[in-house]
């Protein structure tokens, strides 16, 4: 069974920190690029950071330079290391994994960012 779980969300003043997990089974991970979408209340679903099977690494303008994306091939996983964060970041992050035809999502985990 094809499972993405994230976790590492929570609450976090601006200009704190968090790192997000997703910890990845039923797949062979190191075959998919994966990358973490958002979406805040309101808003479109919009993609944070992506990684290649190489490692290439993509980001959203809105994160570029706060934010980094690692994958860890042997322990299926993939992270988003999130700095300097502000009010606008808050939203549920979600995992991806995705292969030619095929796409995988995990359930998401809430990040609120308040003073």
């Known amino acids: 069974q094809v499972r993405l779980v994230e976790s590492g969300g929570g609450l976090v003043q601006p200009g704190g920190s968090l790192r997000l997990s997703c910890g990845a089974s039923g797949f062979t991970f190191s075959r998919f690029g994966m990358s973490w979408y958002r979406q805040a209340p309101g808003k479109e679903r919009e993609l944070v950071a992506g990684?290649?099977?190489?490692?290439?690494?993509n980001y959203a303008d809105a994160v570029e330079g706060r934010f980094t994306i690692s994958r860890d091939n042997p322990k299926n996983t993939v992270y988003l290391q999130m700095n300097s964060l502000k009010p606008e970041d808050t939203a549920i992050y979600y995992c991806?994994?995705?292969?030619?035809?095929?796409?995988?999502w995990g359930q998401g985990t809430q990040v609120t960012v308040s003073s």
């Open positions: 990684i290649s099977r190489t490692r290439a690494t």
């Open positions: 991806n994994a995705r292969e030619y035809a095929e796409n995988y």
